[in-house]
């Protein structure tokens, strides 16, 4: 990276992080230091819980995700909008009247403490887990971008985020989360008009827009049921819906960003806000890996996208091979541009007739390309036993720092870092709190000062920091990103959010048959994952309904045997 672009960088965070530490500095008590003094307006509970979910896998992963698969990721959250409706009506209401610290407080009240104890240690299990990822999402592609070890930028970026996190608590994360939202979308705004420019003069907006639906890339919506298939709209209706009540209204991440509001009217704008722009935020990261692909269709498209393990593979006797492959991928470039170049004439040209004929030429030599490209992770495979070769989260970055201009590359890796802060901050500050309020302070050291369990706040925030970091250091790459964390969260939400339902809504079932139930239900969500093909969206669908399901089972054989 060149000078301006550094000095772009290291400024940004380092204003987002002394703002963010001078502006929540003084937190005198655990009330202000979990819950912000209950001091947060609506707009910032809204960018904060907007935040806290696009982390930088969203940055990194969607738009790859886009250039592969097409805008058809959109779906996941068809299902959030309804969701944010039925948290504010029905959840919210209750926190606040309860005065909670965590979610999880809500459950001993209505069923017993092991219960409780279960859903915190759920939730600790996954956001931990997410924890992990989040930092070593950007770390490992920023590792090989800016020529640092992955364990050095698995430190810089947990260590930076724990400074701020642990000296101003929930207040820190929200406050910071104003700005690193402005980075974030400015500079996905910036990106957006960048690729637009950067095609050929003689193609307009609207060109690439249908070239992009000639090559199957606009499938924004698609009505046909499968239950293997991961987006379509009803797994995301459904599917997502069920995420997104467990995501935003169990999840401690979350709900420690509205909790913390004004007022309850505060906190429901806040959702509603966040409800209502999160579709069209991800429709437009989406669409700016759309443009992308659209971009590689009238220039030469990387044959591997991570060029610095593409080079360490040139460096073995397999180099030959590559060269060959790199080579014979250069030819069907040339020939899908000129097939491209003859699809926008026709689509100028009114003619959609010939411009679906050449839209099939075209798509087919696409195809070409994706066979040669999965010959060369093959190759890359045999020459780097260790190395990643899934290289889709780097097709965005590898766009950002081969096209564009100097202090835009800066500017493009502090959005990748803040969203990277901005959801790990939101993750350890919820660790904490829920290892402070609903396992230290319940179960292991009930009689404590304010100021005892303020420290032990902090010192839990630093402790999951550090087992974040560890993940971060030695996990490993999981498909593209943004799936392997939705997988990671549909695996417990579903068990999660159907605790919460029968809390809500089932009073007839009890302690002891819920708890018994979600171990039930767990055990199926697993087994659904590990040896079945079912799509991972379903699986909050499962979870949720076995746990409601199996509760009124044990309810009422636990009632025969006690009369």
């Not at 660790?431 to 179960?443: C, F, G, K, W």
Request: hydrophobic residues 50%.
């Amino acid at each position: 990276m060149s000078l301006p672009d550094w000095l772009v960088l290291a400024g940004t965070l380092g204003f987002i992080v002394i703002y963010g530490v001078w502006k929540t500095r003084g937190s005198k008590d655990i009330e202000g230091y979990l819950k912000g003094d209950n001091s947060m307006k609506w707009w910032t509970i809204g960018l904060s819980v907007m935040a806290t979910q696009a982390s930088a896998i969203t940055f990194l992963s969607t738009p790859g995700q886009a250039y592969e698969d097409g805008m058809r990721f959109v779906q996941f959250y068809f299902g959030l909008p309804i969701a944010m409706v039925i948290i504010s009506v029905t959840i919210i209401p209750i926190f606040y009247r309860l005065k909670v610290f965590t979610a999880y407080e809500y459950l001993e009240s209505r069923f017993d403490l092991k219960t409780r104890t279960l859903a915190a240690l759920l939730f600790l299990i996954q956001r931990g887990l997410a924890a992990g990822i989040t930092i070593y999402a950007p770390a490992i592609i920023l590792s090989s971008i800016l020529s640092w070890s992955l364990t050095i930028t698995n430190v810089v970026i947990g260590v930076v985020v724990i400074i701020y996190t642990v000296s101003g608590g929930t207040k820190a994360v929200s406050v910071t989360q104003k700005q690193q939202m402005a980075v974030m979308m400015g500079g996905m705004v910036v990106a957006g008009v960048m690729v637009v420019r950067f095609l050929p003069a003689d193609v307009s907006f609207g060109d690439a827009v249908a070239v992009a639906g000639k090559m199957g890339k606009m499938n924004i919506v698609d009505f046909s049921f499968d239950w293997d298939d991961r987006y379509n709209f009803w797994s995301g209706i459904t599917g997502g819906l069920f995420l997104s009540l467990s995501y935003f209204g169990t999840d401690q991440s979350q709900v420690s960003r509205y909790i913390g509001g004004r007022s309850l009217a505060e906190s429901r704008l806040g959702l509603l806000f966040n409800g209502l722009l999160k579709i069209p935020m991800q429709f437009f990261i989406l669409f700016i890996g759309v443009m992308v692909f659209v971009f590689y269709q009238f220039n030469q498209a990387p044959v591997f996208f991570n060029q610095a393990t593409k080079e360490r593979a040139e460096a073995t006797k397999y180099a030959s091979e590559l060269q060959q492959l790199e080579e014979q991928h250069r030819t069907i470039s040339v020939q899908k541009q000129a097939a491209v170049r003859e699809l926008v004439a026709n689509i100028q040209a009114g003619d959609e007739a010939q411009a679906d004929i050449t839209s099939v030429k075209a798509r087919s030599l696409v195809k070409q390309e994706r066979a040669v490209r999965a010959n060369v992770k093959e190759v890359i495979q045999k020459a780097l036993p260790m190395a990643e070769t899934k290289d889709t989260d780097y097709v965005f970055l590898s766009f950002v720092t081969n096209f564009l201009p100097v202090g835009l590359v800066g500017l493009l890796l502090a959005v990748i870092l803040s969203a990277a802060m901005s959801s790990t901050a939101s993750e350890l500050n919820a660790l904490a709190s829920t290892t402070v309020v609903d396992i230290y302070r319940r179960s292991v050291k009930q009689e404590a000062s304010s100021s005892h369990y303020l420290f032990a706040s902090r010192a839990f925030t630093v402790a999951w920091g550090v087992i974040a970091i560890m993940f971060a250091t030695y996990a490993s790459l999981l498909d593209n990103l943004i799936q392997a964390v939705n997988i990671i969260g549909s695996i417990f939400y579903g068990t999660i959010l159907g605790v919460f339902l029968v809390a809500f809504y089932f009073r007839y079932i009890k302690g002891n048959a819920v708890f018994m139930g979600a171990l039930v239900a767990e055990a199926i969500v697993l087994y659904c994952h590990f040896y079945t093909d079912i799509a991972f969206l379903w699986f909050n669908v499962i979870g949720c309904a076995f746990v409601i399901l199996f509760g009124f089972i044990f309810q009422f054989f636990l009632n025969r045997k006690t009369t």
